[in-house]
């Protein structure tokens, strides 16, 4: 079961704090250049909500240019020759360049399989040792196929 998420609405119809997608959905339908977003908690909906869209975006532009990379993290990537074709996978500990893990070579894969098998052995590890790390990755496809929880473009 997914977890509950909240949305901002900034602009839309009645713009406010919603707590379900469908509510969301019918405050912005129809309107041009409509701005929300889901959050994870009630809390921060209403802050961002509170700060208003463009407080709440400069907060995250200032955030991403000033702290740079998470040091405490996982780097995970994949590489293939061919596609397909050979294919091996890592995951490094951003900070000490320790590799966690590194699988392969797997005959017949290809580097975007690769990526999203990186990831989830990267969130394997966290998730067994309940940590909070991020895990870095150049790949958007495999990160929207774990957000998705489905391989599909």
Not at 120 to 139: N, T, W
């Amino acid at each position: 079961m997914s977890k509950q998420k909240f949305y901002v609405v900034w602009k839309g119809n009645n713009p406010g704090v919603y707590q379900s997608w469908e509510k969301c959905q019918n405050e912005i339908k129809n309107v041009n250049g409509a701005l929300f977003k889901s959050f994870a908690s009630l809390e921060e909906a209403k802050k961002a909500y509170d700060q208003g869209y463009e407080e709440y975006k400069q907060s995250l532009d200032y955030k991403n240019i000033s702290d740079g990379p998470e040091l405490n993290s996982i780097s995970v990537d994949a590489a293939s020759s061919g596609n397909p074709g050979v294919m091996e996978y890592q995951g490094v500990d951003t900070n000490t360049k320790e590799i966690l893990f590194k699988m392969g070579p797997f005959n017949n894969a290809t580097n975007n399989i690769g990526e999203f098998l990186a990831l989830v052995h990267g969130i394997a590890i966290l998730e067994k040792k309940s940590d909070k790390k991020i895990i870095y990755s150049d790949s958007i496809t495999a990160m929207s196929w774990v957000r998705k929880k489905t391989l599909s473009n």
